[in-house]
């Protein structure tokens, strides 16, 4: 294009068709803040349509090449308009384009639309505004006449106004009328003057705010826009929000209600021995700095979590107001045995019985003969080594509760506890073994705990069983049973053969009645934990002996350091109960931990208060573990006597806890000067893999008594080399441990003297040794001996013989009385009259 042909400034623009191609400029923007220009040209198809008819919809298409213009046809009105054409196909791109085109166009329209609603909003705002203004100006006008009135004429202004108040329901323009035609003689008295006031012209009420929400910006009536802070119109202020206006008439309603200062609440604070000052802040209901403060003022700098001691506490609860309660510590524990029941209350309850003698003198045999089961079949190595709990319901209906404890040596703690929650014990003796050393401690812990006996002699079918014999014995221990003018009641019995049972269920049904057992089944119960243990599926589960109240499904009890909810009940025979009264043995599912053998089980009011009791015993527990002795010479050359000597640490794991509290005793027992064990860990349920990496940091075994460590575990212990040893029968396991403890000491070494000579004569002996020339006065020397030299009684060398010569031959040995010459290896410091003593080593295997 020439510069002539450019249009000029001020040319008008010549005539022709609107161009069907339209040149805009798209910028694209990329990322990192680039972007371009480029120049986009659309085409548009002409469309000619009928007369008439409405203006076809343009479509814009895409396409490079221009199409050609559809001819103009005939108008024919009664004729029906021709099929239109088929579309053409449009490629990808084109599609792509227009897609983007309609929604250009929509996203237009959406915006033309918006605006055209804003600008309608603020149309209608305004006139609102307005309408507003001139109200306010109409009644600010008329006002100010009505004040003018009253400054000129007082009464006229007064008169209509009292017209009014006297007659509220009237019409004005009636009243005005009716006023002149009243004669002036009437007896109506004059109307009331009043004094002049304001005008009581009360402003219009504000017209109602229409409901129609289309348009209502109430909502948004607050928010600052582009527009109002442009606009200095008064109207367009700021206004407080919504929630603003809630919280001001919330805090007036408030201060209604109140009345004014609310008084301070004084309560009843418990402060126990001991208290951090932010517990007792929240017992006062106080805010902690105020108790800091206050504490500060007494000269005391502390901290929130500090505490302070119960005469402090007493200060702070009476600065503040309040009434203190002192309470101890130990009021938070239960006190069962200041609860006694009425004598009304009680009822019969069946006898608990336990079974106590040597190891395989028959006891479960004839527990199982009693039950008519097979226990001993499924114990290992033919032994007790838990407490059985069963109940059995005899031929006349009554019910004996049994428990069968374990004979061996290991279990003393287990038979103790069987003595303490037994009402008769029976003592179960072999006629061909007779008295042995557990019967022995059996007859000990049932004198201690003061309950009948018993005297089962049992084996009777045996040849060489001698129930004489047994009863002889028994003399020697204090027992005189009744066949020999005593008081203790005795039976014979064969429990293979079931002979002389029944009598033995007679005499306990009888010792029973003499003792009038009683129990109060209603009210909260209370029993004591006979065995524990972990069970895989259950968790930790509890066999527990019910000594009063009923004990059922959903208590919340405490029983040790532990708590809990009772989940379920399941007695002796397996078979899930709802309830268990007195004298009933259960096993308690739903316990927080495992609890410890002999541990008292209380049914308390709530989980809080189970809780609480729970974390005071551990407290309790905890302090008395930690807290030290104090120091004396004794505990002092103890303790380093304790360090000299080797440990062995070992973890046990068991499947009842009276099995672990066994073991455990009975591995401190073997323990010697030289070597003692430590006890890593002990607790009940399988081995886990926090128990093999306990050990494995100490390198020290781990114990399995009836319990087996899972995959993991396993896995661990093969990668950390940590030895594990299983075992179901506790001799096994104390001969072990003891030989394992003798191993690690190493062998024993003892020296013999076998000869002492006296040193006559000193000669030389090569360039730098020495000979001596000796006589043998006890004993005898040989080669090769260790021989220690002395001088003045202080041993100068200790050695070996290096040499042995008589005159000048090699001899290997050389009896007393004989003289002989040697030479020690490495030592040349001897002189004449010294002596010389020889010895031989012996080593020797230790055992404990």
Avoid at 111 to 138: N, Y
Avoid at 278 to 301: C, Q, W, Y
Avoid at 347 to 365: A, C, E, N, Q, Y
Avoid at 814 to 839: H, P
Wanted: charged share 30%; glycine share 8%.
């Amino acid at each position: 294009m020439s510069d002539s042909d450019k249009p000029k400034l001020g040319m008008r623009a010549p005539l022709g068709l609107k161009r069907t191609v339209e040149t805009g400029k798209v910028k694209q923007s990329f990322s990192h803040g680039r972007s371009n220009t480029v120049v986009v040209e659309v085409k548009r198809r002409r469309i000619l349509g009928k007369p008439g008819e409405a203006e076809p919809q343009v479509e814009v298409t895409p396409a490079p090449v221009p199409e050609p213009e559809v001819q103009k046809a005939a108008p024919r009105a009664p004729e029906p308009a021709p099929a239109p054409a088929q579309p053409r196909q449009l490629s990808p791109a084109e599609r792509r384009e227009q897609t983007e085109r309609l929604q250009r166009e929509n996203e237009a329209a959406r915006m033309a639309a918006l605006e055209e609603s804003r600008r309608r909003e603020d149309r209608s705002r305004q006139e609102a505004t307005d309408e507003e203004r001139r109200r306010l100006d109409e009644n600010r006008r008329q006002e100010e006449e009505a004040r003018q009135q009253v400054e000129r004429d007082p009464q006229e202004a007064i008169a209509p106004a009292a017209e009014e108040v006297a007659t509220p329901g009237a019409q004005p323009a009636a009243s005005q009328e009716a006023a002149p035609e009243r004669p002036s003689g009437s007896a109506t008295p004059p109307p009331r003057r009043f004094t002049p006031v304001a005008p009581i012209r009360r402003p219009e009420p504000a017209k109602p705010v229409s409901r129609d929400r289309k348009g209502d910006d109430r909502r948004q009536s607050g928010k600052l826009t582009v527009t109002r802070a442009l606009d200095d119109d008064a109207s367009s202020a700021r206004t407080r929000s919504l929630a603003a206006l809630k919280r001001a008439r919330e805090k007036d309603k408030r201060h209604h209600q109140m009345g004014g200062p609310q008084a301070k609440q004084v309560r009843d604070v418990q402060v126990p021995d001991s208290i951090t000052v932010g517990e007792l802040a929240n017992r006062m209901a106080e805010r902690g700095a105020d108790l800091v403060k206050a504490l500060f003022k007494m000269g005391m700098p502390v901290t929130v979590n500090q505490t302070i001691d119960q005469d402090t506490a007493e200060l702070l609860v009476t600065e503040f107001g309040h009434n203190i309660r002192r309470v101890s510590d130990s009021d938070i524990d239960l006190a069962s045995h200041e609860d006694v029941d009425a004598e009304e209350t009680l009822l019969p309850r069946p006898p608990v019985v336990t079974i106590m003698g040597h190891v395989d003198h028959g006891k479960t045999s004839l527990l199982d003969a009693l039950r008519g089961t097979d226990v001993v079949a499924g114990e290992a190595g033919g032994i007790t080594q838990h407490i059985g709990a069963y109940q059995v319901t005899v031929k006349l209906g009554d019910r004996i509760t049994f428990l069968d404890t374990p004979g061996h040596e290991a279990f003393t703690e287990m038979r103790a506890r069987g003595a303490n929650v037994t009402d008769i014990v029976v003592i179960v003796v072999a006629g061909d073994d007779g008295i042995r050393p557990q019967t022995i401690e059996a007859i000990n812990h049932t004198k201690a705990a003061g309950v009948p006996m018993i005297v089962a002699i049992n084996k009777m079918d045996k040849p060489g069983s001698n129930a004489q014999r047994v009863r002889e014995a028994l003399l020697q221990y204090d027992v005189q049973v009744e066949s020999m003018g005593g008081e203790v009641q005795e039976v014979e019995v064969s429990a293979t053969t079931k002979a002389g049972l029944d009598e033995l269920i007679e005499k306990i049904l009888l010792q029973s009645e003499l003792l009038e057992l009683k129990a109060n089944p209603d009210r909260a119960a209370e029993g004591t934990v006979v065995e524990a243990k972990l069970d895989k599926g259950r968790g930790p589960v509890a066999t527990v002996l019910v000594n009063r109240g009923t004990l059922r499904v959903g208590d919340i009890f405490v029983v040790g350091q532990e708590s809990g909810k009772v989940r379920a009940l399941v007695n002796d025979k397996g078979q899930n109960v709802k309830e268990a009264g007195p004298s009933s043995p259960v096993e308690v599912l739903g316990l927080s931990g495992t609890p410890m053998a002999g541990d008292q089980l209380s049914v308390v009011e709530n989980e809080a208060r189970a809780r609480e009791v729970a974390a005071y015993r551990s407290e309790v527990a905890l302090r008395k573990r930690t807290t030290q002795a104090p120091t004396s010479l004794e505990s002092m050359f103890s303790n380093l006597k304790a360090k000299q000597a080797q440990e062995y640490p070992v973890v046990v794991k068991g499947d009842v806890q009276g099995s672990v509290e066994a073991i455990v005793s009975s591995l401190n027992k073997i323990s010697t000067d030289d070597i003692r064990v430590r006890i890593l860990h002990s607790g009940v349920g399988g081995i886990t893999e926090s128990d093999v990496t306990l050990a494995a940091a100490s390198k020290a075994p781990i114990i399995g008594f009836n319990v087996r460590p899972n995959a993991k575990a396993r896995e661990i212990a093969t990668r950390d080399q940590v030895a594990l040893k299983y075992y179901d029968v506790i001799y096994d396991l104390l001969d072990d441990i003891r030989a394992a403890m003798a191993g690690q000491l190493g062998p024993e070494f003892f020296e013999t003297v076998v000869g002492r000579a006296e040193i006559r004569e000193v000669f030389s002996a090569g360039k730098h040794g020495k000979a001596a020339g000796l006589l043998v006065l006890e004993g005898y020397i040989r080669k090769a001996l260790r021989a220690r030299v002395m001088r003045d009684d202080v041993i100068i060398y200790n050695g070996s013989i290096a040499s042995l010569r008589r005159f000048k031959d090699d001899v290997p040995e050389v009896r007393a009385g004989l003289e002989c010459g040697i030479t020690l290896e490495g030592s040349i410091d001897i002189k004449a009259g010294d002596q010389i003593e020889t010895f031989e080593v012996e080593e020797r295997e230790r055992t404990l």
